[in-house]
């Protein structure tokens, strides 16, 4: 038997495998693999008992997680953050770290529908009640935070009105009370508003939206303190919704554009509100950059920038609103945000769709309403198109 040269299965399998001497790259390469090889019992035992920060299987981390988790908590001013598979992977994994049978969450039902369901009909079987709050309550949440209450889940801006929160302060009331605020700063984004130095314990982002920017990967995160965040390491280990390596490379690449690309979906968003600001064939632009927003105070005092989403009101209601978007060209009729691409969605049709009249009227929501992201095109080819479908 020839001892040295192994089978030519075993040299395809092995050869060249590995870290490359001389090959020092730029980039941080993408560490597609599944486990991680140890050279010995003493590393592995060091690695077992936590004295060795080595790798061990990619379910419970992988380097280019790492290495995107240490840009992320940079953009966040965050000691730690952590990636998912998806925001919803990101936003349950979290409810389950923090909360045990007999906690309750207070949030407005005006939040992204799918927190909404995840704690109306699944975090409900296991003991975990929610308490919804009208928006107007929530802006101090001191008077609504009870007993059993664990954790104040909220947004701003909020879809589709973008009615903002004053984040200080509701981080503070938390604060206070001795309960965790985690906030959802996807519509935002971090160049726009950084809620962890205003005193929010955790941030989450689907970084499926402006974090990644081009509409082609599906992520999540949670920033914070390194000892909170610490606390979903379980849960990320022992529910699996961890994000692809590949994924995870093309979302670093991605944030080195964040700001260059928000800078853009800002200009363009403003520069769209304001013009068709006052049109006659509008009931309402609702954008927190413009004036006539009921919350462009607290925006003004608390944002860098108002962020690429705008929401337009029709008069019509539903039909006028279906005709905008039968007509509109340039923005695409797709759900999701926060890519180049512009895009055009109706939130009674989507987010919102189902809901009752008192409802909507609840979260301030109309079916005449068209929420648009808006991208990075030339502004005035948005205006043209805007201007065309409104007819
Ligand atoms: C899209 C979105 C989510 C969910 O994120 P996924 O990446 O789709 O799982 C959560 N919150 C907000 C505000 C979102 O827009």
Known sequence: ????????????????EGHQPGAVPLTT???????????????????????????????????????????????????????????????????????????EVVCSAAIYGGTLHLLQSFLARFGVTTRFVELDQLRDPTFVIGPATK????????????????????????????????????????????????????????????????????????????????RLIPARKLIGALLDPAAAGLVARGLKTLEVRMERHNANALG??????????????????????????????????????VTLDLPGGFDAAARFFDRIAVFKRATSLGGVESLCSLPVLTSQYGWTDDQLASAQVTRGMVRLSVGIESLEDLIADVDQALG
Request: aromatic fraction near 8%; charge should be negative; proline fraction near 4%.
């Open 29 to 103: 390469p993408i560490y597609e693999t599944t486990t991680f090889v140890f050279d010995s019992t003493a590393q592995l035992q060091a690695y077992i008992e936590g004295g060795s920060d080595s790798y061990f299987y990619s379910r419970y981390d992988n380097p280019s997680l790492h290495a995107l988790e240490a840009k992320l908590a940079e953009a966040e001013d965050a000691e730690a953050a952590m990636v998912f598979a998806s925001g919803m992977g990101a936003i349950a994994s979290t409810m389950l770290s923090l909360l045990s049978a007999g906690d």
């Open 151 to 230: 954790v104040v889940w909220f947004e701003s801006p909020i879809n589709p009105t973008l009615r903002c929160l004053d984040i200080a302060r509701v981080a503070g009331a938390c604060r206070t009370a001795g309960v965790l605020s985690v906030m959802d700063n996807t519509f935002a984004t971090p160049f726009n508003q950084r809620p962890l130095p205003l005193g929010v314990d955790l941030v989450m982002h689907s970084v499926t939206k402006y974090l990644n920017g081009h509409s082609d990967v599906t992520a999540g995160a949670i920033m914070g303190s390194r000892e909170l965040v610490e």
């Open 1 to 16: 038997m020839n001892t040295t040269r192994k089978g030519l299965a075993t040299r395809l399998i092995h050869t060249a």
């Open 272 to 309: 769209l509100a304001r013009a068709f600001e006052g049109d006659r064939r509008m009931s309402a632009v609702l954008y927190p950059g413009l004036a006539s927003h009921p919350d462009h105070a607290i925006a003004a005092a608390q944002m860098r920038g108002f962020g690429g989403m």
